[in-house]
């Protein structure tokens, strides 16, 4: 229904009418940018008197139930938007084939669709990219609806707005774009329930940080994770896609979730990593030395990482140990407590052995052979010598007393 006084229009701006405050509303497409009465913004399709109008997507409301937080709407300005997180994974992989580790069905749908255009000619993938290009906007909440989805996004309606937990549960039905599944593979969306299973769903929304975790029906069941992103970073990851290209150095921060950890770390250069040493239990990464500052991951027990700096003593648990600076087998660098650390076991010394021909060498262990001398201690030779010294005495002795 109408949230407010508000205006709807026709194609053009032409037939403007103001439909009143509770007035009912019958949407048929979710939101999307399009020129409206206050120029570009989020509109939606409506059927009003049996013709087709348009409404700004932030003229509606549920018709039942709370509404969301203020910080939760997505205007068309905002300065950060909300970006499928696996996004984040490419971006710190550099390299733009990591996104076929996430969205190969629809990348691939769609590569055949370009190919059998017939106003193209036949496209390499390289082509494709930069011909097709993504919006990295995934998340996007209007007051009365809100669009979700990685690089294939769908529209819902919110029917009602309930609190649960940190976040909300909201019972939405789907537009008409969703209700018909015309000549979209069902696969290329997140798994969202078919409209001829069922109409209406719960979606499930818990803010942690800067990211949105997002629920089918219960906790149990994960649906995806969306992160807060700045301009920046959206262009970052658009230039990826497109062209190959990116420049993570203007980024200053990435997500991070309410307690300091990151679901993917930034880009760092792994090539001189070398294991040093390992975990001995689950172990948090921090910002700085200090339990109080903000926690980066959590490495589980047996992590591997390379030590890279040594800080303070402290006592934790009983225990005293530095603080050391580490770099982590899976790229995420931070302080950690090194008494829950153990120093990886040093190789066998190796001897280089000549192969007869001269032509090659090999790489041997170094073994003790079990006939070969063994090196015969000082006080052991000082004994023997004790011995030796008193036997020939002793027989001297029984000599001389013979020929008395």
Excluded at 44 to 61: F, S
Excluded at 246 to 265: E, F, L, Q, V
Excluded at 328 to 351: M, N
Aim: hydrophobic share 35%.
């Amino acid at each position: 229904m109408a949230g407010f006084d508000t205006q709807i229009w026709k194609s053009g701006l032409n037939d403007i009418r103001t439909i009143s405050k509770g007035e009912a509303i019958y949407p048929r497409n979710g939101s999307y940018i399009y020129d409206s009465i206050n120029g570009k913004d989020y509109i939606v399709n409506i059927r009003y008197n049996n013709e087709d109008y348009y409404i700004l997507a932030n003229a509606l409301v549920p018709a039942s139930g709370d509404t969301l937080p203020e910080s939760w709407f997505t205007p068309i300005d905002a300065t950060r938007k909300w970006i499928i997180s696996y996004y984040l994974d490419a971006l710190r992989t550099g390299n733009r084939e990591t996104f076929f580790k996430y969205e190969r069905t629809w990348m691939e749908y769609n590569f055949e669709r370009a190919e059998n255009d017939e106003r193209s000619s036949v496209l390499t993938w390289t082509e494709w990219f930069e011909e097709w290009g993504i919006n990295a906007e995934s998340l996007v909440f209007n007051t009365g609806g809100l669009r979700i989805g990685g690089f294939e996004r769908c529209s819902f309606f919110m029917r009602n707005i309930t609190p649960f937990e940190s976040g909300y549960r909201i019972t939405v039905s789907s537009d008409r774009r969703f209700t018909i599944e015309v000549n979209i593979p069902f696969e290329i969306r997140l798994p969202f329930p078919r409209y001829s299973e069922r109409k209406i769903f719960d979606l499930i929304f818990i803010p942690d940080g800067d990211y949105m975790d997002v629920y089918l029906d219960s906790k149990e069941n994960k649906l995806a994770s969306f992160a807060k992103a700045d301009s920046v970073f959206i262009t970052e990851i658009e230039n990826l896609f497109r062209s190959n290209t990116y420049d993570t150095s203007k980024i200053t921060s990435w997500p991070r979730r309410a307690n300091g950890s990151m679901d993917y770390p930034p880009p760092i250069d792994m090539n001189s990593y070398k294991t040093t040493h390992h975990t001995t239990d689950n172990l948090r990464l921090r910002d700085n030395p200090n339990t109080t500052s903000l926690m980066v991951t959590t490495l589980s027990n047996g992590s591997a990482v390379q030590v890279l700096e040594t800080g303070e003593m402290q006592t934790i648990d009983g225990i005293s140990a530095p603080w050391v600076k580490v770099l982590s087998e899976s790229g995420y660098t931070g302080w950690c407590f090194s008494g829950y650390l153990e120093e990886v076991a040093k190789p066998e010394p190796v001897a280089v052995v000549e192969s007869s021909s001269g032509e090659a060498t090999q790489i041997e262990p170094v073994v003790q052979n079990s006939t070969e001398e063994k090196t015969v201690p000082f006080w052991v030779l000082i004994a023997i010598i004790g011995a030796a010294v008193v036997v020939v005495g002793g027989v001297m002795l029984f000599i001389l007393k013979k020929k008395k």
